[in-house]
């Protein structure tokens, strides 16, 4: 990949996956960078705006200042991301309603940490590009009445479930 970076370093696509196959390799400071650069080469590369966001939550720390650091980082992205997308025009947020999943938020729970805060932030901002996107699916459904003696029933959507 960096190769490639040598030959087109211009090219936002290889930059972005220089990115991607950094972070899984686990060098999210230099992922970082290659994210930030595809961004710099194309403002409107939503898909690369989301990495350089969600990179900021790796799968381990070595240090509890690195945990610290590293969620003050995904605060301060995801603000700007939702800045971004709020000052969008309604064509720029329906795109992006098809890269929402690329990159999540998803190591932010194992943190050990209260999450509330910084998990309402993402889903009202997923919520909102989803809703654009599709609005014949974002009408709140009303619940059908409950009996004390009835069970709950409840269910989990999840693309990691099977691995839990």
Known sequence: ME????LA??????RYNLGATLLTSGFSERAIIEFDEAVTLDAEFQQARFAACMVHIPKAYRQEKELTQARENYTRRLSELITYFEQSDPARRRAAAEIVGF??????AYQGCDDRALQ???GQLIYSLMAEAYPEFSNVLTMP?????????????????REH
């Not at 190769?3 to 040598?6: C, F, G, T």
């Not at 370093?9 to 290889?14: G, I, Q, R």
């Not at 009445?145 to 479930?161: C, D, I, K, M, Q």
């Open 9 to 14: 370093p211009t090219d936002k696509m290889v």
């Open 145 to 161: 009445p409950h009996s004390v003696n009835e069970p709950l029933r409840t269910g989990v959507l999840s693309a990691h479930f």
């Open 103 to 108: 990159s999540t938020p998803y190591f932010l």
């Open 120 to 122: 309402a932030q993402y």
């Open 3 to 6: 190769r490639a970076v040598e």
